[in-house]
Structures are given as structure tokens and as C-alpha cells.
């Protein structure tokens, strides 16, 4: 690896990414001109006054070769932030001399009030601002609203009347937020149990009948290297918060994955025209729940090599090493919609979401929910009556109808259960396999469908994100303590 500027531990190398960009004036290369945007059709940078387009840079200094990477990596945009920076940041303008200031905490742009040349921020301000690659605008606002009205328009009839009296997709907004790209070097070893049908067959139990299933069990092991290309973690506190009471967050979640094999070194000229949020976790906030997912892509991929148990398998040891990681800072592209419901005291910003790359689209829509109340009892009033009138040994489900309405139509319209599946999405190789099958028994008369304790597919990132989230807000009171403590 080249451009290695310093390590903050043994294990530890940052890597330049900046490579030398000053803040001030970006200039078209053919004519000089500053005003200068992306052009959404090719992701190129265009200067809008001759039109002259520019090919984005690649970032480069690191390393491509993931199965060599040991320890951590990280791209020198990636870097603890210093909280004691400033978010002012004051420019001159090369052509008129004026000083002009930008808040780098909502934009890294501004145009000179005297001669109204753009001045960017490029350089990698220590306050998060500035990542080290961006990934530009492909979806036009035409296309994402598009998409927007229709994601609605198949959910009006339970929509709030006031939302569907109110719902416009002028309004919306192209943001980049802020993540974490990860590429893992890893080792895994997984030894348990997985079960093999033989046979299924049915036995009457009183006046039911039951079903029993035939599998032959194998002791299984499972260990390969495993590396892992662009995981992608948010890196905002706020939109970590996939659970929040307040904000649907899990919609801008869901949206990935986005093509981050074509992000280019970042430019303060792909901001333009768009919004973006800074980042405020560091790499020590982020570490076990980029371990973790990183875990569960392995327990997933070792899924790869186990299609012959059809009953699934049983791990009772997972041994997973992280041998080296690559972090680098992105900002991501997304057209959202956002609306706020008010019932009483209580607040929910709903989002649409469409990722600006692969125009994935997911929302949440404000239900009425008086009327999907009433359909829902309706449809619990109906299934009584047929209970009544059908002679079946499982009559009594029809008495779930009506609940089961209400899930179906609540769970199509907030649709709270929504994430990014990591776990599937993210890009993987596995290599050096070595498979241990040895046949351990066969069991008769099982009455579970699957393996007793059955763990293939388990996800734990979910749950270590929500235990880190608690211990940064925790953090963020302490840290408000102390300040007030000082005034």
C-alpha cells in the first residue's frame, strides 16, 4: 500500500485519500468557469456555462486485494472526528478577494457575493464533513417522483385523508448521506448439527392429524477464508436509529445497496443542487456493528455449502476472525420524500426513499386507521359466520382473519419491518473451504419442520446496532452534562 501518512497503533494505517484538493475555486479545465454541477445522465461533472464535461477521479491508494488487508486500513477522510473543530470556515475568493464564509455543517458551497464565482470545500476538514469518495446522482428528479406517486398512489385507500389531501412529490429532496464502505478479511469455522429428510408421514393424534418427520443427522463443519466487499454502514447517529419512535428511519435503510464500485474521489461540484447531512460517529462507535454484520455475512455464506440439509443447521460454535479491514468514508445519494403525522401529542416523520442509483423505492404512508379498523372487524364479523356454517376441524382459524387483514394492510403500508439484508446483499468471495460431513444418527418421529434449534440464517447485527445506538446517545448526555457543568 502506498501514500501509508501515519499508523495510530500497530495495527492501524491511514492512507491519504486527499491527495493535496485546496478549498477556493474549482475551474472548468476548457474555460475557466466555476459554475459547475453533475450531469445526472453519466455521473460526469459538467460546466454549465460551455457545457464541457470532465471524467470523476477514482480514489486510489488503497488496497485492492482485500485478502491481503491486516489490521486496519483507513482512508484519511475515515479519521476520528475532532469535535473542537469549527463548522465556519472562512474562504477568499481568488478573483474579486472577498471572504466568504461557509457552515460546513449543512453545505460545503457558496457563491461570492461580489463577483459570484463558486467556492468549495475540498480539502478534509477535520469536523466529518468531507468523505473521501461520493457516489453522484444517476435517478433524475422526474424519474424518482415518478417512482414516488406510484409507490402512494398503490397505497391511497387507507391513507390518511389529510395526507392524501396534502401529498405532493414537489416537494422533494436529493440528499447525500453519510456511511462507511468496509471491505473485511475474515476466517470463519462454524461445527454443529444439520439434518437431512427422509421421510414425512402423518399420524392420528386423537381427532387430528399430525405430522412427523425422518432425518438423518451429521456432525457439520464448515470453515473457509471469507472477504467481504463494501459493507455499508451508516454513519450518522440519527439514521442508525432504524427504530426510532419519531422517524422511520428503517425506509432509508432499506433502499440499499447502492453501486459503490463506481464512487470517484470526492468533489465539492457533486453537492451542488442537492442537501447533505455531515457524519458524527467514528470508526471506535461503528467497530462491533461493522464485526457483526461482517459475522453474519460469513453465517450466510457458509449457507452456500450446505444445500443438502434441507432441514437446516444447528451451530453450537461460531468462530470468526476479522484479520483486516479497509474504511472509507462515502456519501451515497437518495430522493426523499418526508411527511409529518401529528395525532395528539405524538409525532412520526414518515419517509419515501428511492435510491438515486438503482431506483429501489420504499416507504411509509399514514394509515387511517379507523377505517381499516372497521373493514378489519367487517372482515372478523364475516369469518364468525363462516365458522359457523363450515364443518371443519380447523374452523376456529377463521377467527384470525380479521387480525391477520389488519397485519397485512398495517405491514404493506408503514412497512416497519423494511432493512437493508445486508447479510444477502453485500458482495463476498469465499475461499480455502474445507467441509466435514460425518453422519451422526437417524432420528424418527420429529415433530418440528426443522432442526431443533435451527440458527443458519440468524441475524445479530440488528440487535448490536440498536445496544451501540443507546451507548452513543448515552455518550452524547454525558457529554451535554460536562458542558453545562462549564457555563
Not at 478549498?23 to 454541477?37: E, L, M, R, Y
Not at 488487508?69 to 470556515?89: C, F, H, P, Q, Y
Not at 432442526?451 to 440468524?458: H, L, P, V
Request: charged share 25%; net charge positive.
Amino acid at each position: 500500500m502506498n501514500n501509508a501518512t501515519k499508523n495510530q497503533n500497530v495495527d492501524t494505517n491511514i492512507i491519504d485519500t486527499s491527495n493535496n484538493k485546496n478549498d477556493g475555486q474549482v475551474k472548468c479545465p476548457k474555460c475557466g468557469a466555476t459554475d459547475i454541477s453533475t450531469n445526472i445522465n453519466n455521473g460526469k461533472l459538467r460546466c454549465n456555462f460551455c457545457r464541457c464535461e470532465f471524467e470523476p477521479d477514482k480514489l486510489e491508494g488503497l488496497e485492492e486485494d482485500i485478502s491481503k488487508l491486516e489490521g486496519d486500513t483507513l482512508a484519511s477522510a475515515s479519521v476520528d472526528i475532532n469535535k473542537d473543530s469549527s463548522d465556519i470556515i472562512t474562504l477568499k475568493c481568488s478573483s474579486c478577494g472577498a471572504e466568504v464564509v461557509i457552515d460546513t455543517s449543512n453545505q460545503n458551497q457558496a457563491r461570492c457575493h461580489w463577483c459570484r464565482n463558486t467556492l468549495s470545500i475540498n480539502s478534509q476538514i477535520p469536523n466529518g464533513a468531507v468523505p473521501d469518495v461520493v457516489l453522484a446522482f444517476k435517478i433524475s428528479k422526474e424519474d424518482a417522483q415518478k417512482s414516488i406517486n406510484e409507490f402512494v398512489g398503490k397505497r391511497k385507500f387507507y391513507a390518511n385523508p389529510k395526507f392524501k389531501k396534502e401529498f405532493t412529490t414537489n416537494n422533494i429532496m436529493g440528499v447525500y448521506f453519510p456511511y462507511m464502505l468496509v471491505d473485511v478479511n475474515s476466517h470463519a469455522n462454524f461445527k454443529g448439527e444439520g439434518e437431512i429428510l427422509t421421510r414425512q408421514y402423518t399420524r392420528k393424534v386423537g381427532d387430528h392429524e399430525q405430522t412427523y418427520y425422518d432425518a438423518d443427522c451429521y456432525n457439520v463443519e464448515r470453515e473457509f477464508d471469507l472477504t467481504i466487499n463494501g459493507l455499508s454502514v451508516e454513519s450518522s447517529k440519527e439514521r442508525l436509529d432504524v427504530t426510532s419512535k419519531d422517524k422511520t428511519n428503517n425506509i432509508i435503510n432499506s433502499i440499499m445497496p447502492f453501486d459503490i464500485e463506481n464512487c470517484v474521489k470526492y468533489d465539492a461540484n457533486y453537492l451542488k443542487g442537492f442537501t447533505s447531512e455531515k457524519r458524527d460517529t467514528n470508526i471506535g462507535d461503528l467497530s462491533d456493528i461493522i464485526n457483526t454484520q461482517a459475522k453474519d455475512i460469513a453465517r450466510f455464506a457458509a449457507n452456500d455449502f450446505l444445500k443438502q440439509y434441507n432441514r437446516g443447521v444447528s451451530w453450537k460454535s461460531e468462530d470468526f476472525q476479522v484479520k483486516g479491514r479497509q474504511i472509507k468514508s462515502a456519501y451515497l445519494p437518495v430522493w426523499l420524500y418526508s411527511y409529518q403525522q401529528v395525532s395528539g401529542n405524538k409525532k412520526l416523520l414518515h419517509y419515501v426513499a428511492v435510491n438515486a442509483r438503482t431506483k429501489e423505492t420504499m416507504g411509509s404512508v399514514p394509515i387511517h386507521m379507523p377505517k381499516l379498523i372497521i373493514i378489519s372487524v367487517l372482515i372478523e364479523i364475516l369469518s364468525f359466520g363462516a365458522m359457523i356454517k363450515v364443518d371443519w376441524d380447523y374452523d376456529y382459524i377463521f377467527l384470525t382473519f380479521g387480525a391477520i387483514y389488519f397485519f397485512i394492510i398495517y405491514s404493506r403500508y408503514r412497512n416497519q419491518g423494511a432493512r437493508h439484508t445486508y447479510e444477502k446483499d453485500t458482495k463476498r468471495e469465499a475461499t480455502n473451504l474445507r467441509k466435514v460431513d460425518t453422519f451422526k444418527e437417524s432420528r424418527k418421529g420429529l415433530s418440528n419442520s426443522s432442526i431443533s434449534g435451527r440458527n443458519d440464517n440468524k441475524i445479530e447485527g440488528s440487535n448490536v446496532q440498536k445496544n451501540i445506538l443507546n451507548t452513543l446517545k448515552d455518550s452524547n448526555n454525558v457529554i451535554d452534562i460536562a458542558k453545562n457543568l462549564k457555563k
